[in-house]
């Protein structure tokens, strides 16, 4: 068996490509630009491209894009007084803290002085609560991306098994949630779980967010299985260079699967393509438009 490849770079074109057609939309119907905000602290080489990288797409797709740029040595204080301008910015509709922060600050505390209306990342306990209990939330944006990625290769999910491997507030818990809602049965497991690999082998559905490089191996996958890829793993090559893998040893899942992501091209493309379409629900939302931007 040779997995088909998911094709994330493509399906977040796509996705830039509907958010900018809506971004027109509003626009023109009720005057409404959507501005997005990044807040980054300090002066990771990563982060600062991750930054550059969403400012460039936000204005690809016709928002408006303010980046806040600040010293590493920021104080809590001076962070959260930034934020609360931000939250009376009626030319902002998204925030986004880019984590991590400096240790100093603590990231909490932050992501809840986020006004849940313009939370585009989904951090803040009021939109936790809201995905939790089935409301209408902004959603993060890496499950969401996960969950699209699932459906585009397996069609409609309702009655799988899905394991999730990780358990964080960014990813593993939140795709929990939404997988919840597509009606699938979920287990969360983790760097503790008994006989992990046995647990990942009844998946119909496995997503991979331990931050380990290659820890899934091939003969952890049921044979025929979705095997979505989140981590993002820098290690030695052959050649010495730096090069990226995921969480799961590509080539011997791919021998196994039915369906993999590549790292790089699978997930990552899909969680600007989400924050934008979150800034897009955030900013229709603030014209009195319900929904989601895309469904």
Not at 110 to 123: C, E, L, M, Q, T
Request: hydrophobic share 45%; proline share 5%.
């Amino acid at each position: 068996m040779s997995a088909n490849i998911i094709d994330g770079k493509a399906i977040a074109a796509e996705i830039r490509a509907a958010v900018a057609a809506g971004v027109g939309e509003l626009d023109r119907t009720h005057g409404f630009v959507p501005g997005l905000a990044v807040v980054l602290v300090g002066d990771d080489p990563a982060s600062h491209i991750y930054v550059r990288n969403k400012s460039r797409q936000s204005a690809e797709v016709g928002m408006r894009a303010f980046d806040h740029i600040l010293e590493a040595a920021t104080p809590q204080a001076g962070l959260l007084g930034l934020i609360d301008r931000l939250n009376g910015d009626a030319a902002v509709h998204g925030i986004l803290v880019q984590l991590p922060l400096p240790a100093q600050i603590d990231s909490q505390t932050v992501i809840n002085a986020v006004d849940p209306r313009k939370d585009v990342d989904g951090f803040n306990v009021v939109n936790v609560g809201r995905l939790a209990t089935g409301q209408e939330s902004l959603v993060p944006c890496t499950p969401a991306g996960c969950t699209i990625l699932a459906k585009r290769a397996l069609g409609a999910l309702e009655g799988l098994e899905a394991v999730i491997v990780g358990r964080s507030n960014i990813v593993g818990k939140p795709l929990a949630q939404l997988l919840l809602k597509e009606n699938c049965t979920v287990t969360v497991a983790h760097s503790r779980t008994r006989d992990l690999a046995a647990v990942c082998r009844r998946a119909d559905l496995l997503v991979a967010a331990v931050g380990r490089a290659e820890m899934i191996r091939g003969d952890w996958i049921k044979p025929g299985a979705c095997v979505i890829d989140v981590g993002i793993n820098r290690v030695d090559g052959p050649d010495g260079k730096k090069r990226l893998v995921g969480d799961v040893a590509f080539a011997e899942a791919s021998a196994v699967a039915g369906a993999i992501t590549p790292v790089p091209g699978g997930v990552g493309p899909m969680t600007i393509a989400l924050l934008l379409a979150n800034t897009l629900t955030a900013a229709r939302a603030a014209a009195g438009l319900e929904g989601p931007a895309i469904s």
